[in-house]
């Protein structure tokens, strides 16, 4: 397992930005594929966006597609999430997940989880 530490979450109004980050502990990180999960209150876990471990692959949900970016940095064993043109609707307490495969989508092929960090939008 790693162990996760995301950070960067806050408030800003809806047409704003944020960079979320996420720092991994251990030596194997570059060879975790990486993704960010969001929940919102009262309602479902959800994926937002994945990185494979060599940064070749990306896959986003439709609702942040062309809004959000995931990147990595293994050197500095950091994924990050940047995230523009943000909507009431991303609101959301966001998740750093590292999975055991070189690349994955599905929340049960994460084993590590990082404790979240909250992102508020304001209308």
């Known amino acids: 397992q790693v162990q996760l530490v995301e950070s960067g979450g806050g408030l800003v109004q809806a047409g704003g930005s944020l960079r979320l980050s996420c720092a991994a502990s251990g030596r194997t990180f570059s060879r975790y594929a990486m993704g960010w999960f969001r929940q919102a209150p009262g309602k479902e876990r959800e994926f937002v966006a994945a990185?494979?471990?060599?940064?070749?692959?990306?896959y986003y949900a439709d609702s942040v597609k062309g809004r959000f970016t995931i990147s990595r940095d293994n050197a500095k064993n950091t994924v990050y999430l940047q995230m523009s043109s943000l909507k009431p609707e991303d609101t959301a307490d966001y998740y750093c997940?590292?999975?055991?495969?070189?690349?994955?989508?599905?929340?049960?092929?994460?084993?590590?989880w990082g404790q979240g960090t909250q992102v508020t939008v304001s209308s």
């Open positions: 997940a590292a999975s055991w495969l070189s690349m994955a989508t599905r929340m049960m092929d994460f084993g590590s």
């Open positions: 990185i494979s471990w060599n940064s070749i692959g990306t």
